[in-house]
């Protein structure tokens, strides 16, 4: 959009707008009611529910307000007899075929038809006939289809193609018997359930909660989801200290993610009110023996006890402290402070799935929030798959393609899903993301990455070649795979490639929705990673306390190291494999139950806020880590309070300088924290490391042709997605149920058979 | 929540879509390849060759699509939403002898209705059914271009015009008989 | 049923009753691709252009927009490739002049394509036929096969430097697609619904390439106006209606069939009574739809005496349009609600289901008519109906909903008495209550 300003005339008042403006959107932001079902900000436009018709001068019939751009001296009537009465008429088509029985709809009380119809008032029904009658019925065990309701506004298709890149659900039939379906009626998508968000009618419904709840029963608080990186903020709702249903509907709430969310987010709540959540502290008296229930004196004063003991015998390096990058910044930053300013020791981090320290430490740029990505133009993305590990990021990508004509290079030795979008595709052999960062980095080695990555070398000039033709931004993202010398190549490449008219951007993607905050809070910086810390139980860790758990990758091949503990204290929501050797365990409230902040992968910093009391004698992962070191002699001065811990973060830690909740109250400006910008330095060292690492890569890798499908990785059972049901039939396969008309959970048993691996540590 | 997940009552399950893709000689593979040479995009080919799958197997049967989307490069609803939009694709069986009568406007004055009713009443089926043996389907569909010729009828891709009942009963017959010979190919 | 023409010369129905008439030797030997030969020998595109324009030609599918004009929106210097599109979705119920134009002179199309393809620089081009018509599409088939061998289609045509060819289309049953947008939208793969406009074709049609969609009829008048000169072809009809128009004659009449008359024919009456032969069954006339099933219906008094000019401006005047030139002649056995019923529930048979007041309109208008027509009619039921037709009407995303609401509006204003003796106790307004309204 042009910044150039023309005249616009609404209702008789003239207006300065931008050219090239879309009508409703100036009319709406005029403060002009204008009604509409399908258009969707971003989305393709639809102009099919003839809602938004405005009378324009010297245009013969009345027009779409959603497809008109605004010319200058455009004069628009929007509120007049005419439309009034052409807009009621629309009203009342959608109603003739749509049921009137609001009181047992789901979408009642939040349904946008329902309010469009209150808002008009004195609606007399003339349509005597006959309802085109469907049944109610399945889509896939998250999704529930009443089709009689659909008012074929089409978001749900759009949503599903434009944001998912899936197409899993579409029209079909044709006039007054077009449906919202799939072939085979059964959706086997990535089971997002922005189909079901984004529906203005009770169409499309979560099968999930349906039936459980009215809205207006529901406390609805907006708060930062605690699954991916991406960090979208969504409205929490609940009845009574139970979690009913989470969404993102921009009723409720209008972060950065919209209304997006993944399956996650938005079904994987059942966790929190989960029967086997821990309810008691509890103690092991004895190795070996059983977990014994205690009340939370006895837990802390055993739990100290136990530290203290090991502390004399082997030094305060003997223990570690672990936290999770699931915790709050306030969490993390309390055990860091525990294990750094109290215990003393030099061993602490978290249980991250790859440390981003060597990132953070090189960083000569910007970090790209997802707003950034989708207004970039050209988006680089090596190794990773957000679309199933940051869905949000994944969306932004796609949208950035499809409507801001971004290019997409993506460099991986799987073929992704996302690459039906690349404008480049460069298919690597596996395991040689190394040999891309450096051949970016210096196209002199040009030849030698493209000969072990497996692709021409004209490929890399390509890539080159559409970073340094691009005006305007380059988003640099990158996943686990590149190595941690790649990192410190990838944060400096903003020196490189920075020019007048281009900014590179960066935009790492860790896996959990604190792994930044857990590198900004310092405990990634420890001496030992999580599975060197496990290496080491027994030998020179003697006493470990752990808020959360190991990951099952550090685990595997170390099922033991935790029994040659002296001593484990564990704080946890549920029973895992860490908890199995603890001595203590502490029952720990879930993000649903704590107040703080999450620092999602493009920076920003978001408020998590306490949506129900804790579940069962659970606390704050926070409260009992100042628990533990007030009964150790130390009083941190938390004073009960997050909003304290978070203006000791705001203290200490540069980044997050003059941070407050205030500032953070508003999800709809997210605030990004300030990381310091290292100056460009000599990086000779870790490229000659990379390069000699690459030297060693085989010639002749065969490289992974299949495209993984749908869910491979969101599905993956793990400790918290393990408790919604419907997870394990999606993890099965999501095989299609005898009959639509009935919940799949009730027709299918899920064996052993059929689960995929599970992974854990979601 | 959790007290769902045990079955009430465990069920078979179905196999999941598509379970196999279709196959045709190399003469109808010749006749596809040479319609995807007319388009400068795959997709565009999509009706000529759902005709075809029809022809071959009857309807859009499961495998059909999954050869389709395969062979355009679509998805598989891309090929449902399609494939539901136009009323000549069948997405479900139809009887070897589709008898398609005219009732729009010029043909119903000028007697489709008795038409209708004649051909309903000797095969023993409404309009929109199939006869038990699979034979014949009776539909009633709109304008086909045959107003000067009114009122008439389509079997497969044939027309039939100036119809009058005895005229109806002939051609049913020899179709009855097995004699009845479509006059293009499809 | 009658093919041939009347008050003039036959142009589009030339051959058509020539044994053989849809070979390429008995085309070429009766003027057959003159047109194209004079074309390549020395006119420019924009000549072409303008001889269309003199013409007068207005697209025969149905909206009657200028053709000349329509193919000079084409944006010259585009680095896209051009498409011409033949639309031969002929569905508009009492239609059927295209199918015997390409049935029985496929060259003349062929012919016409070419023309308009050199005119504006398209090298692919489509002929998109409905469903229905497969026997249509082997003809043309075979046609373009004959063409090809006779070096009139594919690479360098006639030795010059121009290059095209035409392929078959087929549709699969959709009314919709006859609706230019829509029949893109069809050619490119996809559910037959119409484009918002603008973007119009001509800028971004087929692959969102520059694109020009013309009817049958349209395009096999070009090889005419350029072998006569488009001035010439628009004497042979009005000022603003050049040529001839092929009109399909269906219903009660003697002698239905495919007439070809002069733009400004006068007049209507006697056009059906005596070049149609008059009432089938010596009947009286009560009605006709002129222009295929969108158009008003003509009350019998609204044409005999008053001398009914048949062109667009003439038609518009008499309180009707020309259309697709789909004439239906309804007799006085027709009751006019019953034939009103058989449209709209064609209406929402085709209906795409895209927008709200085309989709959920019809479907309630067909549920009022049957209704009605179970004899559980209301007196509130006409002004109900007509209060739905002025909803849909005009707020619909295509013209299909104009279309399925005026023939319902021009039936109860022009007989309201068919209407009445369904809708008891009587309290309809009449006919010039209606108009004083």
Redesign the interface.
């Known amino acids: 959009m042009s910044t150039e300003l023309i005249k616009v005339t609404i209702n008789g008042k003239e207006f300065q707008v931008a050219k090239g403006a879309r009508l409703i959107d100036v009319c709406r932001e005029q403060g002009f009611n204008i009604p509409s079902f399908c258009y969707y900000a971003d989305l393709a436009l639809q102009a099919s529910c003839r809602m938004c018709l405005v009378r324009i001068e010297k245009m013969p019939k009345l027009q779409t307000s959603c497809t008109i751009t605004c010319t200058d001296g455009m004069v628009v009537t929007t509120e007049s007899e005419e439309i009034e009465k052409a807009q009621r008429a629309m009203v009342e088509f959608l109603l003739a075929n749509h049921p009137l029985d609001c009181p047992i709809c789901d979408r009642g009380g939040e349904c946008e038809l329902q309010e469009m119809a209150f808002d008009w008032g004195n609606l007399e029904e003339r349509f005597t006939e006959r309802k085109n009658a469907q049944p109610e019925k399945y889509l896939s065990p998250i999704v529930a289809n009443d089709p009689q309701r659909c008012i074929l506004c089409k978001r749900c298709t759009r949503v599903c193609d434009e944001w998912m890149g899936e197409d899993a659900i579409e029209a079909g039939g044709r006039g007054a018997n077009t449906v919202i379906g799939t072939f085979g009626g059964w959706l086997n998508c990535s089971e997002c359930g922005n189909c079901i968000e984004v529906c203005p009618t009770g169409t499309l419904l979560d099968a999930t909660y349906r039936h459980q709840a009215r809205p207006w029963e529901l406390q609805q608080t907006v708060t930062t989801c605690t699954y991916c990186s991406d960090g979208c903020q969504e409205s929490v709702g609940s009845r009574a200290g139970e979690v009913m249903r989470v969404v993102a509907r921009d009723r409720y709430v209008n972060g950065h993610n919209g209304e997006f969310l993944c399956i996650k987010g938005r079904f994987a709540h059942t966790f929190i009110n989960d029967e086997t959540r821990l309810r008691t502290p509890m103690i092991r008296y004895k190795k070996g023996g059983k977990l014994i229930p205690a009340t939370w004196d006895e837990a802390v004063k055993f739990a100290t006890r136990g530290l203290d003991k090991a502390a004399e015998a082997h030094g305060a390096n003997s223990i570690a402290v672990v936290g999770s990058p699931r915790l709050t910044n306030e969490s993390l930053y309390a055990l860091k402070k525990f294990a750094t300013e109290l215990v003393g020791t030099e061993n602490y981090t978290a249980t991250d799935a790859f440390s981003l320290s060597p990132f953070f430490q090189n960083l000569g740029g910007q970090i790209a929030t997802h707003r950034d990505i989708r207004h970039a133009k050209t988006i680089v993305l090596i190794g990773g798959e957000p679309e199933e590990l940051q869905p949000f990021a994944g969306k932004q990508i796609r949208q950035a393609v499809r409507n801001g004509g971004a290019k997409l290079v993506i460099i991986n030795s799987t073929p992704i899903r996302l690459k039906e979008r690349a404008t480049q595709f460069l298919h690597i052999n596996p395991e040689t993301e190394d040999a891309a960062v450096l051949a970016i980095f210096n196209q002199a080695h040009n030849e030698l990455a493209a000969r072990k990555m497996g692709v021409q070398e004209t490929e890399l000039i390509e890539l080159r070649r559409t970073i340094t033709n691009t005006e305007g931004d380059v988003v640099i993202m990158f996943g686990g795979e590149v190595s941690a010398e790649a990192q410190s190549l990838l944060a400096q490449m903003p020196y490189l490639f920075n020019k007048e008219g281009r900014r590179a951007l960066l935009h790492p993607l860790p896996l959990y929705n604190n792994s930044v905050g857990a590198t900004d809070m310092g405990l990634m910086y420890g001496k030992l990673g999580a599975t060197e810390m496990l290496d080491a139980a027994g030998d020179s860790v003697h006493a470990m306390y752990v808020a959360g758990s190991f990951l099952p990758q550090h685990l595997t091949g170390r099922e033991d190291s935790l029994g040659k503990l002296d001593f484990l204290v564990v704080q946890e929501l549920f029973e895992t494999e860490t908890t199995r050797f603890a001595d203590v365990v502490f029952p720990a409230a879930s993000f649903a139950e704590a107040d703080g902040t999450f620092t999602n992968s493009g920076g920003l910093v978001q408020r998590v806020r306490q949506t129900i009391p804790p579940v069962n004698q659970s606390k704050q992962d926070w409260v009992i880590t100042a628990q533990l070191s007030k009964e150790l002699g130390v009083d941190f001065g938390f004073q009960m309070s997050a909003s304290a811990v978070f203006g000791e973060i705001a203290e200490r830690i540069p980044a997050y300088a003059g941070l407050r909740y205030p500032l953070l109250k508003d999800e709809t400006n997210p605030v990004q924290v300030k990381h310091a910008t290292i100056e460009q330095r000599d990086l000779s060292q870790e490229s000659e490391a990379i390069r000699a690492r690459v030297e060693k890569m085989s010639d002749t890798a065969t490289k992974i042709n299949a495209t993984p499908p749908v869910g491979h990785e969101l599905f993956k059972i793990g400790t918290l997605t393990d408790k919604l049901p419907q997870m394990h039939l999606l993890a099965s396969g999501n095989p299609k149920p005898p009959t639509l008309a009935v919940s799949p959970l009730y027709q299918i048993t899920v064996d052993a058979g059929m689960k995929r691996e599970a992974i854990g540590g979601d | ?2 007290e ?2 045990t ?8 196999a ?2 598509p379970a196999e893709i279709a196959s045709f000689s190399p003469a109808v593979e010749a006749e596809i390849d040479a319609h995807l040479a ?11 060759l ?2 075809i799958v029809q022809r071959e197997r009857g309807y859009l049967d ?1 495998p059909g ?1 999954a050869y389709l989307a395969d062979r ?1 490069g ?9 494939a ?6 069948n997405t479900k069986p139809v009887g070897k002898y589709h008898v398609q009568i005219c ?4 043909c ?3 007697g489709a209705g008795k038409i209708t009713e004649h051909c309903a009443k000797r095969l023993g089926i409404k309009p929109g059914e199939t006869t038990e043996d699979g034979m014949f389907s009776l539909s009633e ?10 009122p008439m009828m ?1 079997i497969g ?3 039939h015009e100036n119809l009058s009942a005895e005229k109806v009963d002939e051609i049913l017959d020899s179709c009855s008989r097995g004699e009845y010979r479509y ?4 | 049923m009658f093919i041939g023409a009347i008050g003039c010369e036959p142009l589009q129905l030339k051959r058509v009753n020539l044994e053989h008439s849809r070979t390429i030797d008995v085309y070429k030997r009766n003027g057959g691709y003159d047109a194209i030969k004079k074309v390549l020998g020395g006119m420019s595109p924009d000549d072409v252009i303008n001889e269309v324009k003199k013409s007068a030609l207005r697209g025969r599918g149905g909206a009657g927009f200028p053709t000349g004009m329509k193919w000079s929106f084409v944006p010259k210097d585009s680095p896209k490739p051009k498409y011409v599109v033949c639309n031969a979705d002929e569905s508009e119920p009492g239609t059927f002049k295209d199918r015997y134009l390409m049935e029985r002179d496929p060259h003349m199309l062929i012919e016409g394509m070419l023309i308009a393809a050199y005119a504006l620089g398209a090298r692919i081009n489509y002929i998109y036929t409905r469903g229905e018509y497969r026997y249509l599409i082997n003809i043309m088939d075979a046609a373009l096969d004959e063409a090809r061998s006779a070096g009139l289609l594919g690479e360098k045509i006639l030795g010059t430097d121009f290059s095209c060819d035409i392929y078959t289309h087929t549709g699969a049953g959709a009314y919709i697609c006859g609706e230019e947008t829509a029949l893109l939208s069809s050619l490119e793969g996809l559910r037959g619904h119409p484009r918002m406009k603008p973007p119009f074709p001509a800028v971004s049609g087929l692959y969102a390439c520059p694109t020009v969609v013309n009817n049958v009829e349209t395009l096999t008048a070009v090889p005419d106006i350029i072998k006569m000169g488009g001035e010439a072809y628009q004497k042979l009809g009005t000022e603003k209606s050049g040529g001839t128009k092929v009109w399909s004659v269906s219903g009660h009449v003697n002698r239905p069939g495919v007439y070809e008359l002069p733009m400004g024919y006068v007049d209507m009456e006697k056009f059906i009574m005596e070049d149609c032969q008059g009432i089938l069954n010596d009947k009286k006339l009560k009605a006709v739809i002129p222009g295929g099933s969108s158009v008003y219906i003509m009350p019998a008094a609204d044409i005999t005496g008053k001398g009914v000019r048949m062109d667009y401006e003439g038609l518009v005047a008499a309180g009707s349009m020309v259309g697709s030139g789909g004439f239906i002649v309804m007799d006085e056995t027709v009751d006019v609600f019953e034939s009103t019923k058989n449209l709209i529930e064609f209406y929402k048979h085709e209906s795409c289901g895209w927008c709200t007041p085309c989709r959920e309109g019809t479907d309630w208008l067909v549920k009022v008519f049957k209704r009605i027509a179970r004899g559980e009619g209301r007196p509130e039921d006409a002004q109900l109906i007509l209060d739905l037709c002025d909803n849909i009407e005009g707020k619909s995303f295509c013209p299909l909903g104009d279309a399925a609401a005026w023939p319902i509006q021009s039936a109860i204003k022009k007989f309201p008495e068919d209407f009445k003796r369904h809708l008891a106790p009587l309290t309809m307004q009449t006919e010039t209550e209606v108009a004083a309204d």
């Open positions: 929540m959790s769902q997940f079955p009430n009552n465990p069920l078979p399950q179905e999941k879509l007319k388009y400068p995009v795959k997709r565009s080919a999509i009706l000529p759902m005709f499961p699509v355009l679509v998805r598989i609803t891309d090929i449902w939403e399609v539901t939009f136009y009323s000549m694709i009732r729009t406007l010029s119903k004055i000028m569909v709109e304008c086909l271009g045959s107003c000067g010729t009114a389509q891709f044939d027309y006059s293009m190919k499809s």
